[in-house]
């Protein structure tokens, strides 16, 4: 239990203050209109949404689960946690299709993607998931923060999954996205601050950096300070194979939408971005803050093995951070450090909050039940919607905790036979929507017989998890592929609508020269002789030219991978002052000045002419809501403002 | 409660949700088309 003080409590009560306070800043803002209470009006410097991306990678049970697969595996476990790497892709692929596309949640961008009934039923179907899917993780991580609370006060579960919960939901009520992403903010500086003090603390118990190294030698476990320990190619408990298959989710799957749980509540951070250019750099920031999070606890983590050793209870190791801060901070520091925790929580919960307000309100009201409703009444239903959710949230988090685990299982089946699906569907004009609707609802079912019945019933014994991704990969082209190719090819005019808009990268061909043919799109002429000395990295772009795929753009694509698993491994080195960690860090760091040199003319040419057009659009509703009063407009942000 | 079977009521929720949704989705369009809308009319 937690030794705490007046102080203590001080701490923690000012921070809870300042975020239900600062909500009322916000209020005003987020009544505006639907895209305020749930976009922040799409006007945010990269820098919030960065921040927010960390914020909501950074849940209540995160740091149990980082605990645990450091504990157990050593510095190889940041390679379990490396699939938030998925960013570094997706920031300049993904991200900025997505951004193009305007689409308010990952369920309206199947409908701009795909056409007909097919888009239709995909559009609800996802709706009715991440409405369930949030309420979920609502449950989840409020069970866990109720867990936390035991720990540290010997409180019920349910006082830490409800009341915390209650008091998010005050801000989040009232200030919508405006809320949750200057609460994440907050949050974010505040949860980054007690990390790396408790990994320090934690590190300096042992007798500081370099006796985490030598202490880990003298015991015989010096493969712990080893990311690569694999213990064969096919063999033991970290397999080459399974470091091998991680990578490639993660990685490859930043060119597709969905690949990650993540992906969804960060879709809502790329539209919130006021350009392409802010998405793709409050995506990549918050990716990489979060890997470096990771290293930063992983330090901590190897320090607590060495305070702790020969647990062999998962349940009692993860807890290995909260008890670091719990049990080694001073007197005073108690309660910053439970600050830090309220922030952790409380960022995850507003997000999820408004994301499953936000499917429910965009993607289930406004679509299917009133297309008409105004601004207003939109507001108000997302507000309903919040409510509704966090009394679902405790309907899960206490009434079935032990289903919760499922959820588990749900997030890898999602890596697994729709991993592919998810990516084909932005590089692959062919790929439909009875294509991805089959995988999803293939996946659900193969996952289950293949994880659970068929090894249950002895057919075969239960396989690795990196097996069972390829194997249920595979499983899943049998339903998706014959179903695309079986069925008719989207409609020439909604593919021409749709790639004009948003210019993906892949495999658009034919559609592109439809495009061409009619001429929406500018047709490329043979090369001047000027432009045949075209440099090796070009820096000055017209807009045309910048939506085009270019070398810039996988330069930054295949480099950023790298300078986020560089990133990952040198700070943990570099915290236990081992040599390879400065190289490994500096390295990073070139990475990341060679990949903003190469691209940051290109996403500013992309982005100029769509900043001044939505600065435009927002001047006129400002301008209208202050000649109208309250917003009483009907019709979506889309029509209104349909030349962004 | 066994594991499985919590997978199995955890996911049946997660089925039901969705194809609500997707029920809706289907009402929705078929309501668009009796009023004589194209399937390519919507805003988005």
């Known amino acids: ?644 | 409660m066994e594991r499985g079977l919590a997978t199995l009521i955890g996911m049946s929720i997660a089925y039901v949700a969705s194809l609500l949704g997707m029920g809706f989705a289907y009402w929705a369009w078929r309501r668009r088309r009796r009023e004589g809308g194209s399937e390519e009319d919507s805003e988005t």
Request: proline share 4%; net charge neutral.
């Open chain 1, 1 to 644: 239990m937690a030794n705490f003080t007046g102080l203590d409590w001080f701490w923690a009560g000012a921070f809870l203050l300042l975020m239900v306070g600062g909500a009322f800043f916000f209020y005003r803002l987020a009544r505006r209109s639907e895209s305020d209470f749930f976009l922040a009006g799409r006007g945010l410097p990269w820098w919030l949404p960065a921040s927010s991306v960390f914020s909501t990678h950074t849940a209540t049970d995160t740091p149990m689960w980082v605990t645990g697969v450091i504990y157990a595996h050593g510095l190889r476990g940041l390679w379990y946690t490396f699939f938030a790497a998925w960013t570094a892709i997706a920031s300049f692929v993904s991200a900025r299709v997505f951004r193009r596309s305007l689409a308010y949640t990952q369920a309206e961008w199947q409908e701009l993607r795909f056409g007909g009934l097919g888009a239709e039923l995909l559009r609800g179907w996802l709706a009715g998931w991440q409405v369930f899917m949030n309420m979920f993780i609502l449950g989840w991580v409020g069970i866990a923060m109720g867990k936390v609370g035991q720990l540290a006060f010997g409180w019920p579960v349910w006082v830490g999954l409800v009341v915390p919960t209650l008091i998010t939901a005050v801000y989040t009520l009232a200030a919508g996205y405006w809320g949750v992403v200057m609460g994440d903010f907050l949050q974010g500086i505040v949860a980054v601050f007690a990390i790396v003090l408790v990994s320090l603390v934690g590190v300096f118990a042992v007798g500081g950096p370099a006796a985490v190294s030598l202490r880990l030698v003298e015991i015989g476990e010096a493969w712990r300070l080893d990311p690569l320990a694999f213990t064969g190619w096919l063999t033991g408990n970290f397999p080459a194979a399974w470091w091998l298959t991680m990578l490639i989710i993660a990685v490859v799957g930043g060119f597709g939408m969905g690949t990650s749980i993540d992906w969804y509540v960060e879709a809502q951070r790329i539209q919130s971005a006021r350009s392409v250019r802010d998405a793709s750099y409050g995506l990549w920031a918050g990716g990489a803050v979060t890997l470096i999070r990771n290293s930063i606890w992983a330090a901590g983590i190897l320090a607590f093995f060495l305070l702790v050793p020969n647990l062999t209870s998962a349940a009692e190791y993860e807890l290995g951070w909260f008890r670091l801060g719990f049990e080694l901070l001073p007197v005073g520091m108690i309660g910053v450090f439970f600050g830090a925790i309220l922030a952790i929580h409380l960022s995850t919960i507003s997000s999820h909050l408004n994301l499953g307000a936000l499917y429910f309100t965009r993607d289930l009201f406004q679509r299917y039940l009133r297309p008409d409703a105004d601004e207003r009444t939109l507001v108000w239903v997302g507000r309903i919607t919040t409510f509704v959710l966090l009394i679902g949230s405790f309907f899960y988090g206490l009434m079935m905790e032990e289903i919760t685990q499922w959820l588990i299982f749900a997030l890898w089946l999602m890596m697994a036979g729709i991993w592919l699906p998810n990516i084909l569907q932005v590089v692959w004009w062919r790929f439909n929507a009875w294509g991805y609707l089959s995988s999803w609802i293939a996946n659900l079912g193969i996952s289950w017989l293949v994880v659970w019945v068929l090894p249950a019933f002895g057919v075969f014994p239960p396989l690795p998890e990196y097996v069972q991704f390829w194997f249920l990969m595979a499983l899943g082209a049998l339903v998706f592929l014959p179903a695309t190719l079986l069925t008719r090819a989207e409609p020439m005019d909604h593919l021409v609508q749709y790639y004009v808009m948003t210019r993906p990268i892949g495999w658009w061909a034919p559609v592109r020269r439809e495009a061409q043919r009619r001429g929406l799109l500018v047709q490329t002429e043979a090369p001047s002789p000027a432009e045949q000395r075209r440099p090796l990295i070009r820096r000055s772009w017209t807009p045309e030219q910048a939506d085009e795929w270019t070398r810039e753009d996988w330069i930054a694509i295949v480099l950023s991978p790298i300078v986020f698993a560089l990133l990952m491994v040198g700070v943990t080195k570099l915290l236990l002052l081992q040599l390879a960690g400065g190289v490994l860090t500096l390295g990073a760091i070139v990475g990341a000045l060679l990949i903003y040199w190469v691209i940051d003319p290109k996403l500013r040419a992309v982005s100029h002419e769509y900043e001044v057009k939505q600065a435009r659009y927002l001047e006129e509703l400002e301008r209208r809501l202050r000649s109208e009063g309250p917003t009483r407009r009907g019709g979506s942000e889309r029509a209104q403002g349909e030349d962004i």
